[in-house]
């Protein structure tokens, strides 16, 4: 027997089942960003690495904060001691040094972080101060160096042109613009979250899955790459091509250019800053701008998005240690720290051949008998001098 009323309800409910199905999978194939939120929750695979990374990142970043700390804050110590005769060079240089040092402070809770197999335990306000530190300490550090490459290049290239820019009044407003323009690019990021609680309960903080459901993600990453470090290595790129030019023709003409002070800075400067460049900051801009592009053109599996994962913490580990580049970098640009650094290995090397000769019983004692043989043999000469005197008196 049959029950109209029944049977009505019943196709009705299968029509609106069937219907929010329907939009469901319009509103998956339409929405991007839903598409990727989803992908990065149903990926379980993100964090394998886990037991490898939970040794090799803290080594790393151990060493990236001890050997940044004592490098930037010599460098700092010794800028202060010279405070006198600052100069352009080595005011852009003391700015870098202030971003490192600021990142170094917080690399501990990174470490920490990274330790306990990516499990954030101190909160979202932290996670976003350590994330904070770190855009800035990236994005200075870039925006400082491109200034170090420019200010070389005006030194040798126009010197007498543009010559107010490199005054040491206006290098201060130069470097208050660059920390606002850093700001700027940086601030926004204290409005999304940083932290993210994954199937297994452990917290992540800072990781790229955790900003998959940021609408226009792709567009945004692509900017950034394209402003924060495309833009800045083609100046820094173009100076010091122009910078080798000029002193190549200049040196034909008069070879006591080749060999000035002034020459050997502009090229140590420069070529430290494109070291660091292609070092630290290439692999992970790199990086990213093919993954992003990726995005644009499809939706990357879990196996892809498992191994970018990877690759981001190498290559933001690579990133990070400039902080330990900068110094080879302050070493060509200011003459107190090389005359520091090289005053401190060569105490350093006196220290250690003294303490070898004191502690090696071998030498110590050829030495001493090679003494005592050296006194009688002058002892036998001056008796010898003196039987002469004796025997005649």
């Not at 319009?26 to 690495?49: E, R, V």
């Not at 005769?85 to 490192?100: E, G, I, P, R």
């Not at 498992?306 to 080879?328: E, G």
């Amino acid at each position: 027997m049959s029950y109209p009323v029944i049977d009505q309800v019943s196709q009705l409910r299968l029509s609106l089942v069937s219907s929010h199905h329907h939009h469901q999978n319009q509103m998956t194939m339409s929405d991007p960003a839903l598409n990727s939120t989803l992908l990065g929750a149903n990926c379980t695979n993100l964090y394998n690495h886990r037991a490898v990374a939970r040794v090799l990142m803290p080594m790393v970043y151990s060493v990236v904060c001890l050997l940044g700390l004592l490098g930037n804050a010599l460098a700092l110590q010794v800028i202060r001691s010279n405070w006198n005769k600052l100069n352009s060079t080595t005011l852009y240089s003391a700015n870098l040094a202030v971003s490192d040092l600021l990142f170094c402070l917080a690399l501990p809770l990174r470490i920490i972080y990274y330790g306990m197999g990516f499990n954030w335990l101190l909160g979202e306000a932290l996670c976003k101060l350590t994330a904070l530190l770190f855009y800035l300490n990236c994005y200075a550090g870039v925006n400082f160096m491109t200034c170090l490459a420019v200010d070389r290049f005006l030194a040798v290239v126009l010197q007498m042109r543009l010559s107010k820019l490199r005054k040491v009044q206006n290098v201060r407003y130069i470097c208050l613009v660059v920390w606002l323009v850093v700001l700027a690019q940086t601030l926004p990021l204290l409005g999304m979250p940083m932290t993210h609680t994954e199937i297994d309960g452990r917290i992540t903080c800072m990781e790229y899955p955790n900003f998959e459901s940021v609408q226009g993600l792709p567009y945004m990453l692509i900017g950034a790459v394209i402003l924060g470090y495309g833009f800045p290595l083609a100046t820094i790129l173009i100076c010091y091509s122009v910078l080798s030019y000029k002193l190549q023709q200049a040196a034909k003409g008069n070879h006591l250019t080749e060999r000035s002070g002034s020459t050997h800075k502009a090229r140590g400067v420069i070529a430290g800053v494109v070291l660091v460049f292609v070092v630290c900051f290439s692999p992970y801009h790199l990086d990213l701008l093919q993954y992003m592009i990726r995005k644009l053109i499809y939706d990357p599996d879990c196996g892809e998005l498992q191994a970018f994962q990877i690759s981001l913490h190498i290559t933001v580990c690579l990133m990070n240690f400039n902080t330990c580049l900068d110094p080879f970098v302050y070493f060509f640009a200011c003459k107190g720290y090389k005359r520091k650094v090289l005053k401190i290995l060569k105490r350093q090397v006196s220290t250690s051949f003294t303490s070898v000769g004191r502690t090696s019983p071998e030498s110590s004692g050829t030495h001493d008998n090679y003494l005592h043989h050296q006194r009688t043999k002058s002892r036998h000469h001056k008796d010898v001098a003196l039987s002469p005197v004796e025997n005649g008196s």
